[in-house]
């Protein structure tokens, strides 16, 4: 399977799908009836698939057995009830003779919390095993989907190996692997299942994708393809996100409401901004933020917080994380055991000369204060005079290092950016430019990339990225 990825799949023009032709309604096992589970053999049953649920509840089976669902969901009872009817769903304890009738196996078992914090791998390890030994009995090829939420690297490294080792099998050839997050809210689920946020599959193999993408294409026509671990990954960041955006409206809530404003009402005006507020802006890895607003903003709303009392831990550790992405900064180009760096762009961020609070600033501070010998490009300082002058008023608010960097480094500008390079022995670039992207592409000199200049993997070709 390729590397990347994020692309999509394209059932109309998509090649996988000449190259491994799959049956239109594949049979399919769900391993775990609960909340996904259930849903996931209700929705798949009205798509028209054969369905074999499996648990070790007899409970849970019995209900399903019944056309009727384990737990109130709205409108699972009638799909269970329908599917039941019509012999497209069946349920078993026994997982053997379930992969023996299928063509795929869907795992959505548990993954609570281990005592110290981790994720418990006992029920994925024991289906794992089960599967491994159900899948040394099949001639043909069997897909493998796990569901259920894990830390990077358990679907290769847990269930695949475990398969191949207990099977015989190889995977790829003989089985299938695939990690295919759901995205459902309790409550909504089967709305969700039918109308899904996106539709996420990392695979092992083109086989696999071909399969899975056609089992979701009724609902998702283009579903995301990444890597495995990435589409791991993506689920833990999925709902960390939506608890961050819980406790950042409460925040916002305590504060509106210890100042006699409606929070509410904040956020309404908030959400009406779907170009920056709710959007995709903001949201990529990268360096940290500064400029005139974020910081003072920032530290206002927590100083706001303070003195009316509120506890405002979210907003009061921006600030801290923000240090945290400078001082990693400083630690990658530290690494490279550089002497002399070359840093591309000044300005908080590119299309601008702004260098209010700009955190590359503080990286050349504590660079220089090391010793290191900085030169320095930005495609919108032309000359010395207009570095110093746009450096002045920063470096009186700023600690002891930061001043001397701000008397020296109008010294150390380049008159372009192939000479600041030529100078160094490493580069750390900040600004996202075409003329930096051009210049990087053929550097052979140790590069830290701050803001994805260049499309490479940390670890390749003495490359970099802060963030990936």
């Not at 695979?203 to 994708?209: I, K, M, Y």
């Amino acid at each position: 399977m390729q590397e990347l990825r994020a692309d999509h799949f394209a059932p109309d023009r998509d090649p996988r799908f000449k190259l491994y032709p799959v049956a239109a309604k594949a049979a399919i096992s769900v391993v775990g009836l609960g909340y996904v589970g259930s849903v996931t053999a209700g929705c798949l049953s009205d798509l028209g698939h054969r369905i074999i649920g499996v648990d070790v509840d007899p409970l849970k089976v019995a209900a399903i057995r019944s056309g009727t669902s384990p737990m109130y969901e709205e409108g699972l009872d009638d799909l269970l009830s329908d599917g039941v009817a019509r012999g497209t769903i069946e349920a078993t304890h026994d997982l053997a003779d379930a992969v023996a009738r299928t063509d795929v196996t869907l795992v959505s078992v548990g993954t609570p919390t281990a005592e110290d914090g981790s994720c418990d791998l006992r029920f994925v390890e024991a289906v794992a095993d089960q599967l491994g030994n159900a899948i040394a009995g099949l001639d043909r090829f069997h897909v493998v989907v796990l569901r259920s939420s894990v830390p990077p690297g358990t679907t290769h490294g847990v269930v695949g190996r475990r398969i191949e080792e207990i099977s015989g099998k190889s995977l790829g050839v003989d089985f299938g692997l695939a990690f295919a997050p759901e995205f459902l809210r309790e409550g909504e689920a089967v709305s969700d299942f039918r109308d899904p946020p996106k539709t996420v599959i990392g695979a092992s193999d083109p086989r696999t994708e071909a399969m899975l993408a056609r089992i979701f294409e009724p609902v998702d026509n283009a579903p995301i393809l990444s890597r495995i671990e990435t589409a791991e990954l993506v689920k833990y960041v999925d709902n960390v996100w939506h608890a961050a955006k819980v406790c950042f409206a409460n925040e916002v809530g305590r504060l509106s409401k210890a100042m006699g404003i409606d929070g509410r009402e904040v956020m309404d005006v908030f959400c009406e901004d779907t170009k920056l507020n709710i959007s995709a802006r903001y949201l990529k890895p990268g360096f940290a933020y500064g400029g005139s607003c974020l910081p003072k903003e920032v530290r206002a709303a927590a100083h706001i917080g303070a003195g009316l009392g509120v506890e405002l831990p979210m907003i009061d550790s921006l600030a801290r994380s923000n240090e945290v992405q400078v001082k990693r900064a400083v630690e990658l180009i530290r690494a490279t055991g550089a002497r002399r760096v070359a840093v591309l762009g000044l300005a908080f961020k590119p299309g601008t000369d702004d260098l209010r609070e700009s955190a590359i600033l503080d990286v050349v501070a504590r660079l220089m204060a090391e010793g290191v010998d900085v030169t320095a490009h930005d495609a919108h300082f032309a000359s010395a005079g207009h570095l110093a002058q746009r450096l002045s008023g920063d470096a009186r608010t700023r600690n002891a290092d930061f001043a001397r960097m701000a008397a020296q480094i109008p010294s150390r500008l380049a008159g372009d950016a192939g000479q600041a390079i030529a100078e160094a022995d490493a580069v750390i670039v900040n600004h996202d430019i075409p003329a930096y992207r051009a210049l990087l592409d053929s550097c052979e000199l140790p590069i830290v990339d701050l803001a994805q200049v260049l499309k490479r993997k940390s670890g390749e070709a003495r490359y970099e990225g802060i963030g990936w």
